[in-house]
C-alpha cells in the first residue's frame, strides 16, 4: 500500500525490457470523426485476425465518442451483428462509492453514447462494480472473469494530464507506487480529480442532477485496471482528441514522446511511478492516433 493505494498484485512479475532505441509513434489525423473511424477500423480489423470472443475494455471522456457514434449508428442495423455478438466488454476506471445508475458514472456515459442495442447486441458487458460494500473483492472478481476469458484483446486508452507534463493512463496516478506487475488498483480521490470528473461530462452532454452530483462528490476512491492490465492486452488502441479543450496534454504529450527509457530494471520502474503514461511505450503492439492541435504551441 502506497498513501492509501491498494494494489492488486501478480507476483513476481518484472518490467519488459526496453532499449533506448524505442520509438513512441502515432498518426496525425485531420478530426476527430478521423480518428473515430481509425479506432473503429482498428476494431474490425482485429475481429478478423481472431476467431472466438473479444475482449475489449471502453475508454471513458472524449477520446472514444466519435468511434461510438459509428458503432451506435451502425448497431441500428444487421451489419456489425456478428462482431458486436463476439464483444465481451469491460471498463478500465471508475469513481466509488456510487450507484451505479449515477448519470456521473461511467456505466450512464457509455449507455448514453452506445445506446440501448448495443448493449443488447453484445455478449457481455461488465462494469466494475461501484456500489459494493467490499469493494477490494469485488475488484479481484472483475479482474479474474477478465483474466477467465483470456485477457484483453483491445484496451482502448486516452492520455490525462498531470504536473509537471507528466500524464496518466486509466487512473494510474504519478507516484502511486503501480508495478508492473499490478493488475488493478484502489486509489484514494482528490477534489481536483472529482471536479475535473464532474466537468468532463457535463462539457460531454451530460445532463446531471443536484442528487448524482452531491453524491460524485462523496465519492472517496477510484478503482482501475493497473500496468499488468495494459501490457498484457494483446493490442492497444489510443486517441488523443481534446488539447483544445486540456491544452496540458500537449506538454504531457512531448513529455511521453521524448523520454529516453532506462534499460535499468530499477531506474525504468522509477520513470513509469514518476510518469504513468509512459506504461503504453513498454508494449509491443500500439496504435496511436492524435489530433494536429496536440501541436499547438501555447502563446
Given at each position: 500500500?502506497?498513501?492509501?493505494?491498494?494494489?492488486?498484485?501478480?507476483?513476481?512479475?518484472?518490467?519488459?525490457?526496453?532499449?533506448?532505441?524505442?520509438?513512441?509513434?502515432?498518426?496525425?489525423?485531420?478530426?476527430?470523426?478521423?480518428?473515430?473511424?481509425?479506432?473503429?477500423?482498428?476494431?474490425?480489423?482485429?475481429?478478423?485476425?481472431?476467431?472466438?470472443?473479444?475482449?475489449?475494455?471502453?475508454?471513458?471522456?472524449?477520446?472514444?465518442?466519435?468511434?461510438?457514434?459509428?458503432?451506435?449508428?451502425?448497431?441500428?442495423?444487421?451489419?456489425?451483428?456478428?462482431?458486436?455478438?463476439?464483444?465481451?466488454?469491460?471498463?478500465?476506471?471508475?469513481?466509488?462509492p456510487l450507484r451505479m445508475n449515477n448519470s456521473l458514472s461511467?456505466?450512464?456515459?457509455?449507455?448514453?453514447?452506445?445506446?440501448?442495442?448495443?448493449?443488447?447486441?453484445?455478449?457481455?458487458?461488465?462494469?466494475?462494480?461501484?456500489?459494493?460494500?467490499?469493494?477490494?473483492?469485488?475488484?479481484?472478481?472483475?479482474?479474474?472473469?477478465?483474466?477467465?476469458?483470456?485477457?484483453?484483446?483491445?484496451?482502448?486508452?486516452?492520455?490525462?494530464?498531470?504536473?509537471?507534463?507528466?500524464?496518466?493512463?486509466?487512473?494510474?496516478?504519478?507516484?502511486?507506487?503501480?508495478?508492473?506487475?499490478?493488475?488493478?488498483?484502489?486509489?484514494?480521490?482528490?477534489?481536483?480529480?472529482?471536479?475535473?470528473?464532474?466537468?468532463?461530462?457535463?462539457?460531454?452532454?451530460?445532463?446531471?442532477?443536484?442528487?448524482?452530483?452531491?453524491?460524485?462528490?462523496?465519492?472517496?476512491?477510484?478503482?482501475?485496471?493497473?500496468?499488468?492490465?495494459?501490457?498484457?492486452?494483446?493490442?492497444?488502441?489510443?486517441?488523443?482528441?481534446?488539447?483544445?479543450?486540456?491544452?496540458?496534454?500537449?506538454?504531457?504529450?512531448?513529455?511521453?514522446?521524448?523520454?529516453?527509457?532506462?534499460?535499468?530494471?530499477?531506474?525504468?520502474?522509477?520513470?513509469?511511478?514518476?510518469?504513468?503514461?509512459?506504461?503504453?511505450?513498454?508494449?509491443?503492439?500500439?496504435?496511436?492516433?492524435?489530433?494536429?492541435?496536440?501541436?499547438?504551441?501555447?502563446?
Amino acid at each position: 500500500m502506497v498513501d492509501g493505494t491498494i494494489w492488486l498484485g501478480r507476483p513476481g512479475e518484472r518490467v519488459m525490457a526496453v532499449s533506448n532505441s524505442d520509438k513512441y509513434t502515432y498518426k496525425v489525423l485531420e478530426s476527430e470523426d478521423a480518428v473515430g473511424r481509425a479506432m473503429f477500423d482498428e476494431l474490425v480489423a482485429y475481429s478478423q485476425e481472431k476467431a472466438g470472443d473479444i475482449v475489449i475494455v471502453l475508454l471513458g471522456g472524449r477520446g472514444a465518442q466519435a468511434m461510438y457514434r459509428i458503432i451506435a449508428q451502425l448497431a441500428e442495423s444487421d451489419e456489425i451483428d456478428k462482431l458486436l455478438g463476439r464483444l465481451q466488454v469491460f471498463t478500465q476506471d471508475a469513481l466509488a462509492p456510487l450507484r451505479m445508475n449515477n448519470s456521473l458514472s461511467f456505466v450512464r456515459d457509455f449507455e448514453r453514447l452506445l445506446g440501448p442495442t448495443f448493449f443488447a447486441k453484445i455478449k457481455s458487458f461488465t462494469p466494475m462494480s461501484t456500489n459494493a460494500g467490499d469493494l477490494e473483492g469485488e475488484l479481484r472478481r472483475y479482474v479474474d472473469k477478465l483474466e477467465l476469458l483470456g485477457g484483453i484483446d483491445i484496451f482502448f486508452l486516452g492520455l490525462g494530464p498531470e504536473a509537471n507534463a507528466a500524464s496518466h493512463l486509466c487512473y494510474i496516478k504519478p507516484d502511486s507506487g503501480a508495478l508492473s506487475s499490478d493488475i488493478a488498483g484502489i486509489i484514494p480521490i482528490s477534489a481536483s480529480i472529482l471536479e475535473h470528473h464532474i466537468s468532463k461530462f457535463k462539457v460531454g452532454g451530460s445532463v446531471v442532477s443536484e442528487v448524482d452530483e452531491a453524491e460524485c462528490r462523496n465519492a472517496t476512491h477510484i478503482l482501475t485496471l493497473g500496468p499488468a492490465a495494459i501490457l498484457g492486452a494483446k493490442r492497444i488502441v489510443q486517441s488523443i482528441v481534446d488539447a483544445s479543450t486540456a491544452p496540458a496534454k500537449r506538454d504531457s504529450f512531448r513529455r511521453l514522446e521524448k523520454t529516453v527509457l532506462s534499460n535499468d530494471a530499477d531506474e525504468l520502474a522509477r520513470q513509469m511511478d514518476e510518469n504513468p503514461g509512459l506504461w503504453i511505450r513498454l508494449h509491443p503492439n500500439v496504435r496511436s492516433f492524435v489530433l494536429p492541435d496536440l501541436f499547438v504551441r501555447q502563446t
